[in-house]
């Protein structure tokens, strides 16, 4: 059965690193790397993304749209947002919860929202991301963007799902713990007879690269 595509977008130090040793929230990339998430994000009808990569930013990117006088506004069409998570330990006052998105949830447990409007729908974790991305599909959504954490990428690369890598190279090491795809503590090796093309390359400020890999 068909599933979603699934993008990974996101942005990446030379050595791997998506957040600064230190944790919380980072913005690694420019005001140009911005406007390629705006756009990646823009052509997709949902994202996904895990609980610690909420709990690190408390919010969710939202789209915007430039008017005649070049300022950016929010758009009122925004991707459905996903949150992957099996605890329920989030921060009702988290800016999250005020944004003006549709949430979901996807969990291996269940919470009782009627109590609250937190999420408008949740879904079951079917044992693998691959039947989960059916239920997603059913759904409706076609393509689903990957933002985060390494955790929950990892996931989706275990079981060969991504798609596309839409990746801006940031050109500074960093170091820690916080890599886009954890070390495995198995040693195994998985997908290394995948091949990725290129679609795309475009040159960025501040000596960025946004790539955009696609699944051969």
């Known amino acids: 059965m068909s599933i979603p595509r699934v993008i990974i977008v996101i942005a990446s130090s030379l050595d791997g690193r998506i ?12 005001e140009e790397d911005k406007k ?16 610690g990569t909420l709990i690190a930013h408390k919010s969710t990117y939202l789209i915007k749209n430039r008017c005649e006088t070049n300022e950016a506004k929010i758009s009122k069409s925004q991707p459905i947002s996903i949150l992957a ?52 599909k059913n759904q409706g959504i076609n393509d689903l963007a990957l933002l985060g954490g390494g ?13 596309d890598i839409k990746i801006t190279i940031i050109p500074k090491i960093i170091g820690g713990k916080y890599t886009w795809i954890p070390p495995e ?3 195994e090796i998985f997908n290394l007879k995948r091949l990725w093309e290129i679609k795309s390359i475009k040159n960025l400020m501040n000596n960025e690269i946004h790539v955009h890999y696609k699944k051969i």
């Open 151 to 163: 955790k929950l990428i990892n996931s989706f690369i275990k079981e060969d799902l991504i798609t």
């Open 85 to 136: 998570s099996n605890s329920n330990k989030f921060d009702r006052n988290w800016e999250y919860f005020r944004q003006p998105i549709r949430r979901w949830l996807i969990s291996s447990n269940k919470f009782d929202n009627s109590s609250n409007n937190d999420f408008e729908k949740q879904l079951f974790f079917e044992n693998s991301w691959g039947k989960t991305l059916i239920s997603l």
């Open 19 to 30: 957040a600064f040793p230190g944790g919380g929230e980072s913005h690694l990339g420019s």
């Open 36 to 51: 390629m998430l705006n756009q990646n994000l823009s052509m997709v009808d949902a994202t996904i993304f895990g609980l």
């Open 185 to 187: 503590q198995s040693n």
